[in-house]
Nanobody, 116 residues
């Protein structure tokens, strides 16, 4: 059973930073597609950042502020979030797509609240 566990969320003031982590229970060395989505209250889930076959893609709303990265040795995916804004408030979910099992896997989400 593949498990993804997010951590690092919390309450931060506007302009602050957070780093989200997503620990994956399997080796991610061969995982080419992984990323982060978010869902604000009353809104649909939206893409934040995706790592896909060596290329990173970001939502326009987070470009220049957020950075996705991975540590294969730790089987962990990160989302560094800088210059946070109140509109970044949401539950953040990480996911991976496994070509071996031809499906994606999701974490349980971590709450990020940006407020003064």
């Amino acid at each position: 059973q593949v498990q993804l566990v997010e951590s690092g969320g919390g309450l931060v003031q506007p302009g602050g930073s957070l780093r989200l982590s997503c620990a994956v229970s399997i080796s991610i060395r061969s995982i080419n597609t992984m990323g982060w989505y978010r869902q604000a209250s009353g809104k649909e889930r939206e893409l934040v950042a995706v790592f896909n076959s060596g290329a990173n893609t970001y939502a326009d709303s987070v470009k220049g502020r957020f950075t996705i990265s991975r540590d294969n040795a730790k089987n962990t995916v990160y989302l560094q979030m800088n210059s946070l804004k109140p509109e970044d408030t949401a539950v953040y979910y990480c996911y991976i797509y496994s070509r071996l099992s031809a499906r994606d896997y999701w974490g349980q989400g971590t709450q990020v609240t940006v407020s003064s």
